[in-house]
């Protein structure tokens, strides 16, 4: 079974677009990558919000 979580969206919001940041992009596009993960999760569309970043991670590969 697994265990659901709620983190503040604003704290993940911050988090995703360090990921970013970290990453190389610039940080209008950090904040524009993380306004659209983290808007895709709070309106239920899980699919595509935060947990596709391990996806996109490894193409930067």
Known sequence: MS???RINAARLHQF???IWLH????AD?????ADHLV???LAGHD???V???PSYMRSFS
């Open 47 to 49: 699919s595509h919000g």
């Open 16 to 18: 995703v677009q360090a």
């Open 51 to 53: 947990g596709m970043i």
């Open 29 to 33: 596009e950090a904040r524009l990558v």
């Open 3 to 5: 265990e659901l979580y």
């Open 39 to 41: 808007a895709a999760n």
């Open 23 to 26: 990453a190389g992009s610039e």
